[in-house]
């Protein structure tokens, strides 16, 4: 049985093309076409509402485009089937946003689930690997506790350690800074650049925090208007001088990203007469 | 306008009952599946079955109390009343029993189904578990269908058990009813087959699939945010009590 995900040898281990995506009538992806180096961390960036955790959901397969092709080590994801694509998954390590526990289970259990499903491992072996993982964040000691008794920053610390704990060939990190203390943070950028230079997982992270960014990430596509508009290593971007990346680094609100959605006339909203202000 | 409306009401309604008959042929497919989480099922057995036990078999008692002295009350019109246990035991076999149990099994185990499957939608737990390569129909779905098809008929028979004592314990020791003769009329007439097999178990394991398939696929298919939980809850009471009390009828016609 071949690995689904790290047998190849290209560079490219996730390959979007053409892809198009409308949701409820408005244009997510406009022939989006982005390529995720293997091995190195990626950086997803872009104004709120671009589509940058809907570009991960593509990648894993739990949605598709209307048109092109989001390939990931050279499988079409949307013409995988079911099977496939959970073999494909089972490769793939997802850090959702609101970090998405189990709330039946203890953070033991949670770690240990994707064990339990897919390995018949021997217990005390998921408790060695499960207890790694969770020191691996620093909560091994809040093994017991339930998903109920921790804070944001601790739930996504144990969502972590559940998506590292297959050691997968590649990780997805949906806003994984959001809720972080500076020593959480510190220590989450740490095991990003630890867990692909030592194994050489690829990771793709979506984030806004820039100094995280800059500091962890080897690539970094700016995306908007359902198009990457930039790309290039984080301190380059920054610097770079397009009206795309001085509005987004330098958080202005006038640029090519307006900042209010679009509304009628403000003046006539608030009822002046004349209407504009 | 209002035919308009109603149209829409029909419309949306047929909808939703073929998008359940879909969700129906998934779940049923995936229940081979789920054999391989035994455990859940069974965990699943003693939430909705077990947690129940203390509404239906106290339901059960005072709707065989209520019954035994409103019929005492008609047959001794007719000085009849040695036929209370009897009537007691048919009414509750053959209609209150399954219907009231499903009835109340919808209310307390239906709408926690719902929930608790709705709340895991909305925080991305059965998006989780795709994620992980664990279906979650075979995981979430199957083992609480599988345990209301398996609880119902169990607290049904639970219900009659107590119904028929209810009877008793009005009749017979309250009201004088001779002990022999509410026993031996009852059982004299009952007959296993039509009245315990057809009417308690057939109808308590078509009402458990009805009941576990409207709870599964209201949380299952449930918005995810809170109002759309609360919605679902509320239309998994709506639709179940609908569905028991039309399918009731359409199963007596055929069982009698």
């Known amino acids: 049985m071949t690995d689904p995900v790290s047998s190849r040898s290209d560079d490219t281990i996730v390959r979007v093309r053409g892809l198009t995506t409308v949701l409820n009538g408005k244009t997510i992806f406009d022939s989006l076409d982005l390529d995720i180096p293997r091995g190195k961390i990626t ?64 953070v033991f259990e949670n770690v240990a689930f994707p064990l339990r499903q897919h390995t018949k491992l021997p217990e005390v072996l ?89 500091h962890v990430a080897d690539h970094v596509f700016l995306i908007a208007n359902g198009k990457v508009v930039a790309q290039g290593d984080a301190a380059t971007l920054a610097n770079d001088g397009s009206p795309w990346t001085r509005q987004f680094f330098g958080g202005e609100a006038d640029g090519p990203v307006p900042f209010q959605y679009p509304a009628g006339d403000y003046g006539t909203a608030l009822g002046f007469p004349g209407g504009s202000l | 306008m209002s035919a308009r409306m109603d149209r829409g009401v029909v419309t949306q309604s047929l909808a939703q009952i073929g998008a359940c008959g879909l969700f129906l042929l998934t779940l049923l497919a995936a229940i081979p599946r789920s054999f391989r989480y035994g455990r859940e099922t069974v965990r699943q057995i003693w939430f909705v079955g077990a947690m129940s036990l203390t509404i239906v078999m106290t339901c059960g008692l005072f709707v065989g109390m209520v019954l035994g002295l409103q019929l005492y009350d008609v047959l001794s019109i007719f000085g009849g009343t040695s036929a209370t246990g009897t009537v007691v035991a048919i009414a509750i076999y053959r209609e209150l029993g399954p219907v009231v149990t499903a009835l109340l099994f919808a209310g307390r185990a239906g709408t926690s189904i719902t929930a608790e499957i709705g709340l895991m939608r909305a925080t991305d737990q059965l998006d989780a578990m795709e994620m992980m ?124």
């Not at chain 2, 022999?180 to 057809?198: E, P």
């Open chain 1, 43 to 106: 950086a997803i960036m872009g104004p709120s509402g671009t589509g940058k955790t809907t570009l991960l959901k593509h990648i894993t397969g739990q949605m598709r485009g209307d048109r092109g092709e989001v390939s990931v080590d050279g499988q079409n994801v949307p013409d995988l089937s079911r099977e496939n694509l959970f073999r494909l998954r089972e490769r793939i390590g997802y850090l959702f946003q609101n970090s998405a526990l189990l709330t039946d289970f203890d």
């Open chain 1, 126 to 214: 998921i408790r060695n690997i499960v207890l790694t993982k969770l020191q691996a964040v620093g909560l091994r000691g809040a093994a017991r506790l339930m998903p109920t008794e921790l804070s944001g920053g601790m739930a996504r610390r144990v969502a972590l350690a559940r998506a590292i704990v297959f050691d997968p060939a590649l990780i997805l990190y949906d806003e994984p800074f959001v809720g972080l203390d500076p020593i959480a943070l510190n220590q989450v950028l740490k095991l990003i650049r630890t867990l692909n230079k030592t194994l050489g997982i690829t990771s793709i992270l979506v984030a806004h925090e820039l100094a995280a960014v800059q």
């Open chain 2, 133 to 256: 390569a664990v279906d979650p129909i075979a995981y979430v779905a199957a083992p609480r269908f599988l345990a209301g098809i398996v609880a119902l008929p169990l607290l049904g028979v639970v219900f009659c058990a107590m119904g028929v004592f209810g009877g008793h314990l009005v009749g017979v020791t309250w009201l004088g009813i001779d002990n022999g003769t509410f026993w031996s009329n009852m059982t004299a007439t009952v007959d296993v087959h039509k009245d315990i097999i057809n009417g308690v178990l057939l109808k308590s394991i078509a009402f458990g699939i009805v009941v576990s398939l409207i709870a599964v696929y209201q949380g299952y298919t449930t918005p995810p945010t809170s109002e759309g939980v609360a919605y679902a809850t509320t239309r998994t009471v709506v639709a179940s009590s609908i569905a028991i009390l039309a399918l009731d009828f359409v199963l007596t016609s055929f069982l009698i």
